[in-house]
């Protein structure tokens, strides 16, 4: 099992140390140097383990396992205390304020390893009685290995789709260093963007500056803009990252990422954070191809499978595939065709998202739909107080296609899960 590991050590070398041999087998590991941070961060991050260092200044281990074990939110997470040599005392009294385990500083690898496999199983089998966080949003990644298959089109729309459907917080996190196309497609000069946070340890980083960060647009949506100079965002750490997308969830009902064509670590975390993932192809072989080196990418990455929706964007009409050869080739069905929309690149030049310029153009509507039917499952259910003209339009398409009639928006239904 791969987890969420939190590390508190005032000892930025035994942080390190420790974050080198669980990264190699494959966690994602966070840390705190401080019990204030530790508590923050665990709340936030809700992780499935944490190492607590026992002598820290000013708040002590264990205090803040103490603290952990009090409030609900973090109540049951499982702690290992990191003793000194020789204190027996230590190792009693961190049991006593509810630690799980112990391990003496310094560790061997293996037996730093061996704990924590121990301790990951036990948990894995008493998963169902885990605390449930406080509020945890819906984040859908919209992302194609090869450039050009209109995935920042796609993830602006659903964005704008999105927030214009349920009126209700949403975020288009745009992480493509190159410069900026969020902010065009939606015709948005952003003040901050991902660099005002490339400076700032872990700690520093919470919700309330992550809000900041944001522009809003006329749709209602929020934009976390990437810098405009394409090197910045490289300079930003994949726990830095992780981190901001994990406190948008936890405030915002919907954040779509508009990905980077790439197989980066970072790329990837957010890839294995999203609820959904939105693969892109056009109609060619080369597209084919790279999906299916994409899906074998994703395997080895642990993506989840029932995640993973196909979305065929018809970006050129000329010698194209066509749709239905598509499940032949890729061993997997097409979960959603996208039709080519001449007006596609109006609302690129404009800056004008297709669901709100031409809501009506083929594109704009199929991706309305597909933002209705990938919204939340509380949404969907129950009409809103006050409907939306985009939600009004999604129902009247509900009734016009009736319980099967879908064909002439999706070659199939988006599957409900
Ligand atoms: N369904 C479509 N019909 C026509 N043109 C499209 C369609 N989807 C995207 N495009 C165009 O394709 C180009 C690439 O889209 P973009 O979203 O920038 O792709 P990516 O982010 O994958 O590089 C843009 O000019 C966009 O307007
Ligand atoms: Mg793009």
Redesign the pocket.
């Known amino acids: 099992m791969k987890a969420k590991i939190l590390i508190v050590d005032d000892d930025s070398a035994a942080v390190e140390a420790t974050e080198d041999v669980l990264t190699v087998g494959g966690h994602q590991v966070f840390s705190a140097n401080n019990g204030v941070d530790a508590l923050r961060l665990a709340e936030e991050l809700q992780p499935d383990l944490i190492f607590l260092d026992v002598k820290m200044p000013e708040m002590d281990g264990f205090e803040v396992c103490r603290r952990l074990r009090e409030n609900p939110k973090t109540s049951r997470v499982p702690i290992i205390m990191l003793t000194g040599q020789t204190s027996v005392e230590e190792k009693v009294k961190g049991l006593e304020v509810g630690a799980d385990d112990y391990l003496t500083k310094p560790f061997q690898r293996i037996e730093l390893e061996a704990r924590v496999k121990m301790l990951l199983r036990r948990t894995a089998s008493h998963s169902v009685e885990k605390a449930e966080p406080a509020f945890s949003g819906k984040t859908i990644a919209v992302y194609?290995l090869r450039?050009?298959?209109?995935?920042?089109?796609?993830a602006t729309n659903l964005a704008a789709g999105l927030a214009q459907l349920w009126g209700c917080p949403t975020v288009l996190a745009d992480l493509?260093p190159a410069g900026g196309?969020g902010g065009l497609m939606l015709n948005l000069l952003p003040r901050y963007t991902w660099a005002d946070i490339a400076d700032k340890p872990l700690s520093d980083i919470d919700g309330d500056l992550v809000g900041t960060l944001l522009t809003q647009h006329t749709s209602g949506a929020f934009l976390l803009a990437s810098p405009r100079f394409a090197k910045i965002m490289n300079h930003l750490t994949v726990q830095q990252i992780s981190l901001v997308l994990s406190l948008l969830s936890r405030r915002y009902h919907y954040v779509v990422l508009?990905l980077p064509?790439d197989c980066r670590e970072a790329t990837v975390a957010a890839l294995k954070a999203s609820q959904e993932v939105l693969l892109?192809l056009t109609p060619d072989l080369a597209s084919v191809a790279a999906l299916k080196t994409t899906l074998d990418m994703f395997e080895e990455e642990e993506v989840p499978q029932d995640h993973i929706r196909v979305v065929l964007?018809?970006?050129?009409t000329r010698n194209a595939l066509e749709p239905k050869v598509m499940p032949g080739a890729l061993k997997r069905e097409v979960n959603a065709v996208?039709?080519?929309?001449?007006e596609?690149?109006d609302?690129?030049n404009l800056g004008m998202p297709l669901v709100l310029g031409a809501h009506a153009s083929a594109?704009g509507e199929v991706i309305e739909e597909l933002a209705f039917q990938l919204s939340a499952e509380e949404h969907r259910k129950a009409p809103p107080a006050e409907p939306s003209k985009a939600w009004q339009r999604a129902h009247r398409r509900a009734e016009q296609r009736g319980p099967k009639g879908l064909r002439r928006l999706f070659t199939q239904v988006i599957p409900e899960r």
């Open positions: 194609s450039g050009g298959t209109g995935v920042s089109t796609v493509v196309q508009d064509h892109l964007n018809q970006v050129f996208i039709p080519y929309t001449p596609a690149v609302a690129l594109a």
